[in-house]
């Protein structure tokens, strides 16, 4: 994939987390192996059917509400101290390859850094702890603050509020096609789709109608 230059014009990056900063793979084998296995030994279930039978259909139940990335929420429905699991496996927390090159090629161009993310602020305290998110970037927004999911309208007015933004000289990068939609209609000039945010699966197939790389790495 050929790299993607930004426009000069474009001043603010608003940035995903989750697949755009750092791996999802993390996400994936917490979620679909550490979770079902904790959930399952409590229950007397294979962890396969703890994931099967329990959580799955919760999990898809929530999608696209606030909820589906809250972890308290999780916690109280699994009855699992998620917080305190998340930190025990937080081995495979890690920077997706040349991010961090890439935040500090846009910090030099005197672009500005916000973190935009759905992630919930105890997850997002963890894996800061684990790869100083925070050091990268100039400031740091979670859905969770905001009481809408960046899925909805709502998140993108109140994230304006708080921290004001030209949508005409801003880009926002995620690897959410609904994140993507949502970052359009709320005006933002450029937006930009990631194609391969998990190191444990195949690329995904560039949503349609936006400009896409495989990774951030690809932006110059």
């Known amino acids: 994939m050929h790299p993607l230059r930004l426009p000069d014009h474009i001043r603010t990056l608003l940035l995903d987390l989750d697949g755009t900063l ?37 999990l898809r139940a929530a999608e696209g509400t606030l909820n589906w990335y809250c972890l308290d929420y999780w916690s109280r429905m699994l009855e699992l101290d998620l917080s305190a699991i998340k930190s025990r496996h937080d081995e495979r927390i890690a920077w997706l390859p040349g991010a961090q090159e890439f935040l500090a090629r846009q910090r030099a161009a005197g672009r500005r850094l916000v973190l935009a993310t759905n992630s919930h602020p105890e997850t997002l305290r963890i894996k800061d702890e684990k790869v100083a998110v925070r050091a990268h970037l100039d400031a740091m927004f979670s859905s969770h603050q905001f009481g ?31 994140v993507l939609q ?15 945010p998990d190191s444990s699966r195949p690329p995904r197939a560039p949503p349609e109608g936006f400009a896409h790389v495989a990774a951030v790495a690809d932006i110059l």
């Open 182 to 196: 949502a970052a359009r209609a709320a005006g933002i000039a450029c937006v930009i789709a990631v194609t391969n």
């Open 148 to 178: 809408a999911p960046k899925e909805h309208a709502e998140f993108w007015l109140r994230l304006a509020a708080v921290e004001p933004f030209d949508p005409a000289h801003t880009a926002f990068i995620d690897d959410n096609p609904k």
């Open 22 to 58: 750092l791996d999802l793979a993390f996400d994936t084998h917490f979620w679909l192996e550490v979770v079902p296995e904790y959930y399952g030994r409590e229950r007397g279930l294979t962890a396969e059917r703890a994931l099967r039978e329990q959580i799955q259909p919760r």
